[in-house]
């Protein structure tokens, strides 16, 4: 079992920035896909972000060139720098952690919120 904990939400207001750290308790951390997806009220839970050890991250089209994921492998974290934040980013961000060889070991952290306003 491999749970992740989030950190580095928060209150900023339009055009401003954040950077969302997420570290897992696995020793094996390279092994994983990590991502960020977002929950907002009333929507379904979208995927942000993601990086695979060795590989270009992938985003979705409403956060490229404004969001970049990077991951630390010797630090078993993810990172995710929001910048130019609009009040439509506003959500619940969960890190999710996908084993490359094993897709059944599949992990969410608690999630941490990410206020946009004025």
């Known amino acids: 079992q491999v749970q992740l904990v989030e950190s580095g939400g928060g209150l900023v207001q339009p055009g401003g920035s954040l950077k969302l750290s997420c570290t897992a308790s696995?020793?094996?951390?390279?092994?994983?896909?990590m991502g960020w997806y977002r929950q907002a009220p009333g929507k379904q839970r979208e995927l942000v972000a993601v990086?695979?050890?060795?590989?270009?991250?992938n985003y979705a089209d409403s956060v490229k060139g404004r969001f970049t994921i990077s991951r630390d492998n010797a630090k078993s974290t993810v990172y995710l720098q929001m910048n130019s934040l609009k009040p439509e980013d506003t959500a619940v961000y969960y890190c999710?952690?996908?084993?490359?060889?094993?897709?059944?070991?599949?992990?969410w952290g608690q999630g941490t919120q990410v206020t946009v306003s004025s």
């Open positions: 999710n952690a996908v084993h490359i060889i094993a897709p059944r070991s599949n992990y």
């Open positions: 696995t020793s094996t951390f390279s092994l994983y896909t």
């Open positions: 990086i695979r050890s060795g590989s270009s991250p």
